[in-house]
């Protein structure tokens, strides 16, 4: 049974390009999260996913967008990349679309972005 | 807002056992987890406490006060493969607000 997997592994971009991270969650998961970990940090929460649609948004700016398709795989979307989002960035998954229960978010290995 | 506060670092003898404090101050609340992350890895789930009262599964404990903000984890016999951090994260709705983490070092 594959858990979540990302990709790429490893990014390096510049400042003000455009990246897409890519999130395929464990089997029989219906729920994707995007979470950004600074250097020394915990998870900050972007935004989370169901039956395709944003359903609630941490403080980031629009510069971040996402997507989730109809085999509930998602992409995260981060145009004009600052230096300052560089950083460890995670997908979670879960089952249904409760908030109640043990509810147990599964990550990632994250991937690893860089701008320079 | 959201404010959740847990110490940096904390070092430990294998074998001992650390308890990990973590205080919290948020808008919403609907229950209080606790992942450990090794260094370059994604966090993994360890427990989970959304009454007031203690959760115990195997080696690590973790006490939940609602009424005063507060959660620790336990951990017990300490193993060499316990270094890693330990996150303390508040679920609100759907998103989950996560404390810096805390290193735990465990020495031989």
């Known amino acids: 049974d594959a858990g979540v997997t990302q990709s790429p592994t490893h990014l390096i971009k510049t400042r003000g390009q455009q990246v897409t991270l890519r999130c395929s969650p464990k089997?029989?998961?219906?729920?994707v999260s995007w979470y950004q970990q600074a250097l020394g940090q915990g998870p900050q929460f972007i935004f989370q996913?169901?039956?395709?649609?944003?359903?609630q948004r941490g403080n980031f700016p629009d510069r971040f967008s996402g997507h989730q398709f109809p085999n509930y795989s998602s992409e995260l979307n981060v145009n004009a990349l600052l230096l300052g989002d560089s950083a460890l960035y995670l997908c979670a998954s879960k089952r249904g679309a409760g908030t109640l229960g043990t509810d147990t978010q599964y990550f990632g290995p994250g991937t690893r972005l860089t701008v320079l | 807002g959201q404010n959740i506060d847990q110490p940096t670092e904390m070092t430990a003898t294998e074998g001992a056992i650390v308890q990990i404090n973590c205080t919290y101050q948020?808008?919403?609340?609907?229950?209080l987890f606790w992942y450990q992350q090794h260094a370059g890895e994604a966090p993994t789930f360890l427990s989970y406490n959304v009454l007031d009262g203690l959760e115990e599964k195997g080696r690590f404990s973790s006490f939940l006060s609602r009424s005063k903000g507060y959660s620790y984890l336990l951990l017990k016999e300490l193993q060499m493969k316990d270094s890693a951090s330990y996150l303390c994260?508040?679920?609100?709705?759907?998103?989950?607000?996560f404390g810096a983490g805390t290193t735990v070092t465990v020495r031989a």
């Open positions: 994260a508040v679920r609100n709705d759907y998103k989950l607000s």
């Open positions: 996913y169901y039956e395709e649609e944003e359903r």
């Open positions: 948020t808008s919403g609340f609907n229950g």
């Open positions: 089997s029989g998961h219906d729920t």
